[in-house]
C-alpha cells in the first residue's frame, strides 16, 4: 500500500511540474505572439513611411525636371541675347 501512495504521490509532482512546464510555455508564446504583432505592426508603419517617401522623392524628381528645363530655356535665351548683342 505504501509503495502504491509513494507512486501516487511521484506522479501528482510530475503532474504539478508538467502543468507549470505547459502554463509557463504558454505565457512565452503569449509574450512572442506580442512581440511578433508588435514587429509586424512596426513594419507596416514603417512601410508606410517608404512609400510616402517615394512618393515626395517622385515628386520631387518631377519637379527637379521641370526646373531644369526652364533653367536650360533661361541659359539659351541668355546665349542668344549674348550672341545678338555681340
Given at each position: 500500500?505504501d509503495?502504491i501512495?509513494?507512486?501516487m504521490?511521484?506522479?501528482k509532482?510530475?503532474?504539478?511540474?508538467?502543468?507549470?512546464?505547459a502554463?509557463?510555455?504558454?505565457?512565452?508564446?503569449?509574450?512572442?505572439?506580442?512581440?511578433?504583432?508588435?514587429?509586424?505592426?512596426?513594419?507596416?508603419?514603417?512601410?508606410?513611411?517608404?512609400?510616402?517617401?517615394?512618393?515626395?522623392?517622385?515628386?520631387?524628381?518631377?519637379?527637379?525636371?521641370?526646373?531644369?528645363?526652364?533653367?536650360?530655356?533661361?541659359?539659351?535665351?541668355?546665349?542668344?541675347?549674348?550672341?545678338?548683342t555681340?
Amino acid at each position: 500500500m505504501d509503495a502504491i501512495k509513494k507512486k501516487m504521490q511521484a506522479m501528482k509532482i510530475d503532474k504539478d511540474a508538467a502543468l507549470e512546464r505547459a502554463s509557463l510555455c504558454e505565457q512565452q508564446a503569449r509574450d512572442a505572439n506580442l512581440r511578433a504583432e508588435k514587429a509586424e505592426e512596426e513594419a507596416r508603419q514603417l512601410q508606410k513611411k517608404i512609400q510616402t517617401v517615394e512618393n515626395e522623392l517622385d515628386q520631387t524628381q518631377e519637379a527637379l525636371t521641370l526646373v531644369t528645363g526652364k533653367l536650360e530655356e533661361k541659359n539659351k535665351a541668355l546665349q542668344n541675347r549674348k550672341y545678338k548683342t555681340n
